[in-house]
């Protein structure tokens, strides 16, 4: 079994391995999509797919590097959901989502409820 690597490489310079905003990304799109499900079941919906895509944005910034910045990218399938519906229950899923409230960046959403 390989290792993953982490390092300068894989930040900057396009090498193989991770790094940590990779990992907070996966862990930021996972926790939403989880999330959003929750929501939509409250909301008498069950969502048949939910594809999420975090886009985290390392800058640098005053005294260092900083992600300043998170794109979350929903693609989900609910039948029965209007597109008013979905929107509303995905823009509060954004805010709420436990990983969302713990990170400290502009966070921007597009959601896609496909018919």
């Known amino acids: 079994m390989k290792e993953t690597q982490y390092g300068v490489g894989a930040r900057f310079e396009n090498e193989p391995g991770t790094n940590p ?3 907070i990304g996966a862990a930021h799109a996972s926790c939403y999509s989880m999330a959003l499900s929750l929501g939509l079941q ?3 919906l069950t969502a048949e797919r ?4 975090s886009t985290v944005s390392l800058n640098k910034v005053e005294g ?3 992600i300043d910045k998170i794109h979350l990218d ?12 979905f929107q509303e229950i995905a823009e509060a899923t ?3 989502c436990p990983v969302s409230k713990l990170l400290n960046a502009s966070m921007t959403l597009s959601a896609t409820l496909n018919s």
Request: charged fraction near 20%; aromatic fraction near 4%; glycine fraction near 14%.
């Open 21 to 23: 905003e990779e990992l």
């Open 74 to 85: 929903v693609v989900a399938s609910v039948p029965g959901a209007s597109d008013a519906q």
């Open 50 to 53: 939910i594809e999420t895509t």
């Open 42 to 44: 409250n909301a008498g």
């Open 64 to 66: 260092g590097f900083a």
């Open 94 to 96: 954004k805010v709420g």
